[in-house]
C-alpha cells in the first residue's frame, strides 16, 4: 500500500549542499514528495523528535546538532516508502554503509550521517514525526507523471 514517510536532511546534509542531490534521488526512485519545510529545530522539538534517545550517553550532542542549523524537512509517499527510503539511507553508521547509499556516498560519522529517516520497525514512527513536524494542511496530494 502507498504509504508516508518522515525523511530529513540534518544540519551537515544541509551546509555541505547535498538537498538537491537527495531530492534528486527518491524522485528518480518514483517517490512523491508531499511535504517539504526548510527550518530550524528548537530545543523543544529535538526532545520531541528524538525522546526514544533521551538517557543515553550521545543524547545531548545528538540535541546540539539537530539544533545547530536548519535541517530540510521532507514528507515522500509511495508504495512501502518507509522501507524504500531505509534501504536508500544505508545504515545510521556511515562506514556499515553501502556505496550507493546516501550514507554510504556522504556520511561521516555516526553524528554526522547527513539523512534522517522514520523507523521501519518502530510501528507508527512515520505517522507520528510527520504530525511532530507538519500540520495537515501543509501536506498536499497531487499526480506524478512518469
Ligand atoms: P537517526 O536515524 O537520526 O536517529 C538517532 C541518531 O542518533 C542517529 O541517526 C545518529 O545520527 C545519532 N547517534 C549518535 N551517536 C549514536 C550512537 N552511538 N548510536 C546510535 N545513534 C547515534
Excluded at 108 to 123: A, C, P, T, W
Amino acid at each position: 500500500d502507498a504509504e508516508r514517510t518522515f525523511v530529513m536532511v540534518k544540519p551537515d546534509g544541509v551546509q555541505r549542499g547535498l538537498i538537491g542531490d537527495i531530492v534528486s534521488r527518491f524522485e528518480d526512485r518514483g517517490l512523491k514528495m508531499v511535504g517539504g519545510k526548510f527550518m530550524q529545530i528548537d530545543e523543544e522539538l529535538a526532545h520531541d523528535h528524538y525522546g526514544e534517545h533521551e538517557g543515553k550517553p550521545f543524547f545531548e550532542g545528538l540535541v546540539d546538532f539537530i539544533t545547530s542549523g536548519p535541517v530540510f524537512a521532507m514528507v515522500w509517499e509511495g508504495q512501502d516508502a518507509t522501507r524504500q527510503v531505509r534501504r536508500m539511507m544505508g545504515e545510521t553508521d556511515p562506514a556499515e554503509s553501502a556505496p550507493g547509499t546516501i550514507r554510504g556516498d556522504y556520511g561521516l560519522d555516526l553524528g554526522r550521517n547527513v539523512i534522517h529517516g522514520s523507523d521501519h520497525e518502530d510501528e507508527g514512527a512515520n505517522e507520528r514525526e510527520i504530525a511532530l513536524f507538519f500540520d495537515e494542511d501543509e501536506l498536499v496530494d497531487y499526480e506524478r507523471v512518469d
